[in-house]
């Protein structure tokens, strides 16, 4: 596609459920992002893939999330046993690379609110 | 604490006019710096990128500015548009790190 997609792009919950989270990157790019962002907040580094692995899932606050890139395109963050307080819009984006000099190009995001 | 600060937190302005948002950040060694623009309930796109050479750079009406020696970086929004209320996130990549660090954004207002 032209950009980076997300889907859904809301997504209403009940505490304690699980939830997925999808994102289609540009295609090309092998470098993959995911962020939280808070309402009022800059976006907060989650996970950084390059290609299918994970270079540093330092982000991801505990093990009741987790993401998965098996072929190295779409991607998928997986949050169990969903709380309150996950309640924010996840967004993904990717770069051609990696690095500090490419461009992020962000997704629209998916609001999650867990009730 | 956040290495990159950014003020206002909001502005109201009127439609024409201009404004200006600061950004004083403390990230080291340093790369380059962004500045994205956020619409309500979209994704942030990219406005201008900076490297520590560079002291200006225009898109269209948005100007940015940039003095490495005080860590500091200014974006200016000339006749401002309706289309121009949005956030505007400060975003400084440190050296040889994928990792951003992002402001907590200017909610820029314009009424017509």
């Known amino acids: 596609g032209a950009g980076v997609s997300q889907t859904p792009s809301n997504k209403v919950t009940e505490k304690g459920k699980y939830v997925e989270l999808r994102c289609d990157p540009i295609?090309?790019?092998?470098?993959l992002y995911w962020y939280r962002q808070s309402l009022g907040q800059g976006p907060e580094f989650l996970i950084y893939?390059?290609?299918?692995?994970?270079?540093?899932d330092s982000g991801l606050p505990n093990d009741r999330f987790f993401a998965v890139r098996p072929e190295g395109s779409v991607s998928t963050l997986k949050i169990q046993r969903t709380e309150r307080g996950d309640s924010a819009v996840y967004l993904c984006?990717?770069?051609?690379?990696?690095?500090?000099?490419?461009?992020?190009?962000f997704g629209p995001g998916t609001r999650l609110t867990v009730l | 604490k956040n290495q990159v600060e950014q003020s206002p937190q909001s502005l109201i302005i009127l439609e024409g006019k201009n404004c200006t948002l600061q950004?004083?950040?403390?990230?080291?060694?340093?790369?380059?710096l962004r500045w994205y623009k956020q619409d309500t309930g979209r994704g942030p796109v990219s406005l201008t990128i900076?490297?520590?050479?560079?002291n200006t750079k225009s898109n269209g009406r948005y100007t940015a500015t940039l003095d490495a020696d005080t860590k500091q970086s200014s974006l200016h929004i000339t006749a401002s548009q309706l289309s121009d209320s949005a956030s505007y996130i400060c975003?400084?990549?440190?050296?040889?790190?994928?990792?951003?660090?992002f402001g907590a954004g200017t909610t820029v207002t314009v009424r017509a």
């Open positions: 984006a990717s770069s051609l690379k990696g690095g500090s000099t490419d461009t992020q190009y």
């Open positions: 295609s090309g790019h092998t470098a």
């Open positions: 893939f390059q290609g299918t692995g994970a270079a540093d």
């Open positions: 950004c004083n950040y403390t990230v080291s060694p340093f790369s380059n």
């Open positions: 900076m490297t520590f050479s560079e």
């Open positions: 975003v400084v990549s440190p050296s040889n790190d994928y990792k951003l660090s």
